[in-house]
C-alpha cells in the first residue's frame, strides 16, 4: 500500500523542475551586460478616471455640457464604450426628468439603441440644446455691460460669448472696454493702451480691485471726532467765574449766549477762552 501511495503522489504532484542555469555573467563571457529596461511611464502611474458628471434633467443651457463631460468618459474608458450602443445607453442611463421622458418616448418609437451615436447627438442637441447663431452672439456681446458685477466676473460672461463668436481680437478688445464702467474707462485713458484683449483684461482687473478697495476704505468707521455746529465748551471754560461788574453775576441769557458764541465766559471776547484771558489774570494780579 505504501508504493501505492507513493506512486499516486508521483501522478498527481509534478516533480520539481530542473534547476535553470543562470546566464553567463559579463565576467564568463566578456561581453558587458545589457541594462535592465525600466517599465514605461504608462506602467508606472496610475489611471485617472474622470469624476461621474450630474444627471442631466432637460435644461437648455446645460446640454452641450453635459454631452462633453460624457465624452471625457468615453475617452478615458475606450474598452467599456466600444459600441455606440454601448454609448447611447450609458448617455439614456444618466437622464432625468423631460429629458427622460423623451427618451422614453423616443425609444417607444423607434429602437434608440440601434444608430449612430453622432445621429442620437444630433437629434439630442436638436431637442435640448439651442444654438445660437452669430448673430445672436454679436448682439448679445453689444448690448453686455458690466453693471455691478467686477471686472474679474464680467470678464468670465464676456470670454465665454467670445469663445462662441466669430469676432477679431480687435472687435473684441473694442467691445470690452466699451461694457466697463465709466469710471473705470476713465481710469483707463490716463494708461498707455494695452496691445492685446487679454492685457486689457489683466490691467482692467488690477484698477477694478483697487478701486473697490478704496471704495470699502472710505466705509469703514472714522475715528476722527465729529464736527458741530457750534464751538465745544472746553474744560477749564466752566471753572471761572464771568467778568464781574462789582460782584454782580452775569445773567443766565447772557451766559448762554457766549457759550453758543464761543466767547470767552469772563470778559466776553471772542477768540480765546478763560484759561488765556488777559483780562482774568490782571484781575488776579491786582488781587
Not at 484771558?277 to 490782571?282: D, G, V
Amino acid at each position: 500500500s505504501k508504493d501505492r501511495s507513493n506512486s499516486l503522489h508521483q501522478r498527481i504532484v509534478p516533480a520539481d523542475p530542473p534547476p535553470v542555469a543562470a546566464p553567463p555573467t559579463s565576467f564568463q563571457t566578456g561581453v558587458s551586460a545589457a541594462p535592465e529596461r525600466a517599465p514605461p511611464a504608462s506602467a508606472r502611474l496610475r489611471e485617472v478616471s474622470p469624476p461621474m458628471p450630474e444627471p442631466y434633467t432637460g435644461e437648455i443651457d446645460r446640454c452641450r455640457g453635459f454631452l462633453l463631460q460624457r465624452s471625457l468618459v468615453f475617452s478615458s474608458s475606450p474598452q467599456s464604450f466600444q459600441t455606440d450602443s454601448a454609448k447611447i445607453s450609458f448617455v439614456v442611463g444618466n437622464l432625468r426628468g423631460r429629458a427622460l421622458k423623451w427618451a422614453e418616448a423616443r425609444s417607444a418609437q423607434h429602437n434608440l439603441f440601434h444608430r449612430t451615436y453622432d445621429s442620437f447627438v444630433l437629434e439630442f442637441t436638436q431637442t435640448f440644446g439651442y444654438s445660437e447663431s452669430p448673430a445672436d452672439i454679436s448682439r448679445s456681446l453689444l448690448s453686455l455691460k458690466q453693471g455691478n458685477q467686477s471686472v474679474a466676473d464680467f470678464a468670465i460672461d464676456f470670454r465665454t460669448l467670445a469663445a462662441a463668436s466669430t469676432w477679431n481680437a480687435g472687435a473684441l478688445t473694442g467691445a470690452f472696454l466699451q461694457a466697463l464702467n465709466e469710471d473705470l474707462k476713465d481710469e483707463l485713458a490716463l494708461r498707455d493702451e494695452p496691445g492685446s484683449l487679454e492685457e486689457l483684461v489683466a490691467l482692467a482687473i488690477r484698477i477694478d480691485n483697487r478701486i473697490r478697495d478704496r471704495a470699502r476704505a472710505k466705509k469703514e468707521p472714522s475715528f476722527a471726532p465729529r464736527r458741530t455746529d457750534f464751538n465745544p465748551i472746553p474744560a477749564n471754560q466752566t471753572g471761572e467765574e464771568p467778568m464781574q461788574i462789582g460782584r454782580t453775576r452775569l445773567p443766565p441769557e447772557e451766559r448762554q449766549r457766549r457759550l453758543r458764541s464761543g466767547a470767552c465766559l469772563y470778559c466776553g471776547q471772542v477768540g480765546h477762552y478763560v484759561a488765556n484771558c488777559l483780562s482774568l489774570l490782571k484781575a488776579r494780579a491786582r488781587h
